[in-house]
């Protein structure tokens, strides 16, 4: 396994590889790797030729700066991590590399950036619109893999990809949870033990919920999922919403056409976690 930090070499040496006829599979990562980010890599050894992995947390989508700086970097770890799964490329450039100049391009998502992680982050989704495209830009993938724990993420990529025409299949990939429940993301590593304890108890109420969707509305079942989020004193719901899985939009009454999907994101101290269950 390689570990490449500039975008030349990385362009260089792909483009030995696609001469060859080679199918690229490339899983973008802020690092901090577990479980869910290694069936990315192992989905995408499934379905390409090559692999390429990167790790790069983007500054331009954090919209706290406190955040940004807390954020977990365990590049060494890392790279282990992703030798266990025969990655075939890392790339890990830095904050120069990928912006030699601020980028100010502004992406318009429209309707889809406004809800939920659009309306609570402002200018997140046109970070990961900024990074995504340049890394999409360099490796030039074939298929690009990303965790169904970022829902809405994936419906931003899935629209950037059609607006820049790039030539990319998105393939979503289920979330995987710790034994526990807790879905699996770099920001666990944040929690502290108590808040760590608490956390599975976001996705046991929307197991719940999904179970007491025959029995209320559409509010009364948002309003009991927040109640029983914050009915643990580790836990503060920030939003819950359930809207349809392609759209977004907010659903109002089971009786609409689509499949739906109940999306929570929940403070646990000062750790923000999001999670979500297809109903
Ligand atoms: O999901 C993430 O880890 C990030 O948003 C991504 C897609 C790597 C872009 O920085």
Redesign the pocket.
Known sequence: MQVLNTKNELINLLGQYRKEGKKIGFV???GALHSGHLSLVKESKKNSDLTVV?I???PT?FNDPEDLKRYPRTLEKDVELLKTVDCDLVFAPSVEEIYPEPDTRKFDFGYLETVMEGAKRPGHFN??GQ??SR?FDIVKPDKAF??MK?FQ?VAI?KNMVKQLNFPIEIIPCPIIREESGLALS?RNTLLDEEHKKNAPHIYATLKKARNLASQMNVAELKKWITEEINRNLYLETEYVEIVDDTTLNIVQSWEEKGTKVACVAVYAGKIRLIDNIVF
């Open positions: 973008p990562t802020m990167s790069f947390v983007n989508q970070g990961v990074v995504v890394l990303f965790g970022d993420q990529i770099s």
